[in-house]
């Protein structure tokens, strides 16, 4: 985090904030297996803007902060770890496509710039889901329906909402920088010390 600068951890605060927002607005309830939202598309945008450490940072951050603000299920300590720090800071891993995408939309691809924002997405996603899955099999299995395996249980209920999101986010991250790809691109100039893959932030 030292390595930093300060505009960059204002807008990682920032953003993970309105993913906090955005996770407590209403969503598509899906019964059983929870339900789907847009709270994820924020990490994506820091992703996209500033690569894999700033947006790993933020997801954390989220993570934190439902904490912090009480909007956690929490069984147990590991639980907590696997499903509210492990699994939202993992969304930032997206992040890795950063360079790859912004190349893309300064040489105008973009659609290609559209099929790697999708790509980093589901990438994100699935690493995120992954440790809600792991959490499900190992600490959430008590709640399996009689007769189901807790690997089937957790693979539903988890799998589910992990296609909805990935989907919602995608469509919703494409449009918006595929109408602004300022976004992304316009980052503050200035000395702001911080590298993002392989791109200075300048």
């Known amino acids: 985090m030292k390595k930093m600068g300060l505009v960059v951890l204002i807008e990682i605060a920032i953003f993970a904030a309105f993913a906090l927002v955005l996770d407590l607005l209403p969503s598509i309830h899906l019964g059983a297996s929870g339900s789907i939202s847009i709270a994820m598309v924020p990490i994506f945008i820091i992703a996209f803007r500033w690569g894999f450490k700033a947006s790993v940072a933020a997801g954390f951050l989220w993570g934190l902060l439902q904490i912090v603000t009480g909007d956690l299920q929490a069984l147990a300590f590991w639980q907590v770890i696997l499903e509210y ?3 939202f800071a993992c969304i930032g891993l997206a992040g890795l496509f950063m360079p790859a995408i912004q190349n ?3 040489n105008g691809e973009k659609g290609a710039a559209s099929l790697l924002m999708v790509v980093g997405i589901l990438f994100g996603s699935f690493v995120r889901y992954f440790w809600h899955f792991l959490a499900g099999v190992t600490i959430w299995a008590q709640y ?14 988890n799998g589910v909402p992990f296609i ?3 989907i919602l986010c995608a469509i919703v991250v494409v449009i918006l920088l595929g109408a602004a790809p300022r976004l992304v691109l316009n980052r503050p100039a200035g000395r702001t010390g911080y590298h993002a893959g392989n791109t200075e932030a300048k």
């Open 85 to 87: 720090f492990l699994a």
């Open 104 to 106: 893309k939309l300064k």
């Open 144 to 157: 399996a329906p009689k007769g189901q395996s807790a690997f089937a249980y957790s693979l539903f209920y």
């Open 164 to 166: 909805g999101a990935s």
